[in-house]
C-alpha cells in the first residue's frame, strides 16, 4: 500500500493585534492525507477525524521542545549586550510590548477552549475548519493569514494631530484603540519590517514546489486529454531542435499582474493588449522619446531627509 503524504501552507506572521512584534504562524492543514493511487502519479485525498485537545496540547509540547533547542544550538537564548542600533533597540521594545492587563490583576490568562493549548510561552488554536464546498470562506481565511501589519481602514487622525489605531479585538483592559503620535506609529512599524529575501509563504509536503504529487492535488492539475499529434517545427539553419523548449517560468508582465493586480501591458486608454516591440537602453533616445510625449525626462533630485520631531 502507497504512503500517504500529507501537506500545509505557512503564513509567517511578524506581528500582533496592537501592532507590537508577535512572531507566530498561520499554517493551512487539510483535515486528510493523500494517498497515490497504482496508476501512479495521481493522488486520492482520505479525510480523517478531527483531532483531540489531548493531541492539541502533545503536538505544541513537540513544537515548543523542538523550537527552544534550536534556539539554544544558535545561542539565541544567551543573554547579549544592549543593541546599540536604533532599529534592533526599535525591535527589542517591540517584542516587550506588551497589551494592558485588567486592573487589579497581576495575569491574565484567556478562558480554555476547544482544541487549544498554552505551553511555556507558547500557544496553538486548531479550531478554526472550514467546509470543502465554502471557497468564499476559504478565501477569507487565506486573506486573514496574508494579511498586512496595518490596515487603513482602521486608522484615523484626531483633531489633536495624533493617530487612532482600532484594534481587531479589545485589549485585556476593554480598550479598542491606540492613541499614536506619528513618529511613535513610524517606530512601531519599523520593528515590524521583515528581514530581505525571506519568504513569507511556505509550502510544505505534497504542496511543496518540488513534489511529485503536487500537480495531482493542486490547482495546476489538468485533465487527461486525447494524444494529439504534434506539428512538426520547421528548424532554421541557426536553430536545432533541441535548443526549442517551452518557458518554465512567467514573464515579468505575468508576474506583475500575479502579484500586484497590474496588467502592464493593457493600454489604460482603449483597453487593447500591447506588445513588446523593442527595449530602448540608450540614454538619450529614452531622453527625446519622454520628451516628445510631453514626461519628464530627468530624476528628480535628492532631498535630504527632514524629520521634525515633537517637543
Not at 508577535?22 to 485525498?45: I, M, Q, S, W
Not at 498554552?118 to 467546509?131: E, K, P, W, Y
Request: proline content about 10%.
Amino acid at each position: 500500500m502507497a504512503r500517504p503524504s500529507c501537506g500545509s501552507i505557512t503564513f509567517v506572521q511578524r506581528f500582533g493585534s496592537a501592532l507590537q512584534s508577535n512572531v507566530h504562524f498561520h499554517v493551512l492543514v487539510p483535515d486528510g492525507v493523500f494517498v497515490e493511487t497504482e496508476k501512479g502519479a495521481r493522488a486520492e485525498f482520505q479525510k480523517l477525524p478531527p483531532p483531540s485537545d489531548k493531541d492539541v496540547a502533545h503536538l505544541l509540547a513537540q513544537v515548543a521542545r523542538r523550537v527552544t533547542r534550536l534556539l539554544e544550538r544558535r545561542g539565541r537564548l544567551e543573554q547579549h549586550a544592549a543593541p546599540t542600533d536604533a532599529l534592533e533597540v526599535l525591535k527589542g521594545a517591540s517584542v516587550q510590548a506588551r497589551l494592558p492587563l485588567p486592573p487589579g490583576e497581576p495575569g491574565w490568562t484567556p478562558p480554555p477552549k476547544r482544541r487549544c493549548s498554552t505551553q511555556d510561552g507558547f500557544s496553538l488554536h486548531a479550531n478554526v475548519r472550514i467546509h470543502a464546498n465554502d471557497r468564499q470562506g476559504l478565501e477569507q481565511l487565506c486573506l486573514y493569514a496574508a494579511r498586512g501589519a496595518i490596515s487603513l481602514e482602521r486608522l484615523e487622525e484626531r483633531p489633536d494631530g495624533r493617530l487612532s489605531y482600532r484594534m481587531r479585538r479589545p485589549a485585556p483592559d476593554g480598550s479598542t484603540h491606540l492613541i499614536l503620535t506619528p513618529l511613535a506609529l513610524l517606530k512601531k512599524l519599523a520593528a515590524l519590517i521583515p528581514p530581505p529575501r525571506v519568504h513569507h509563504v511556505r509550502f510544505h509536503g505534497v504542496f511543496g514546489p518540488a513534489a511529485r504529487l503536487r500537480s495531482s492535488v493542486t490547482a495546476l492539475s489538468k485533465p487527461e486529454l486525447p494524444s494529439v499529434q504534434e506539428p512538426q517545427l520547421e528548424v532554421g539553419p541557426t536553430t536545432s531542435a533541441s535548443s526549442i523548449r517551452p518557458a518554465s517560468r512567467l514573464d515579468w508582465a505575468a508576474l506583475l499582474k500575479r502579484v500586484f493586480d497590474i496588467e502592464i501591458l493593457r493600454c489604460a486608454r482603449c483597453g487593447a493588449r500591447m506588445r513588446v516591440v523593442a527595449f530602448i537602453t540608450d540614454r538619450k533616445a529614452c531622453a527625446r522619446i519622454l520628451e516628445h510625449l510631453g514626461l519628464p525626462s530627468r530624476f528628480p533630485r535628492w532631498a535630504s531627509p527632514q524629520l521634525s520631531l515633537p517637543d
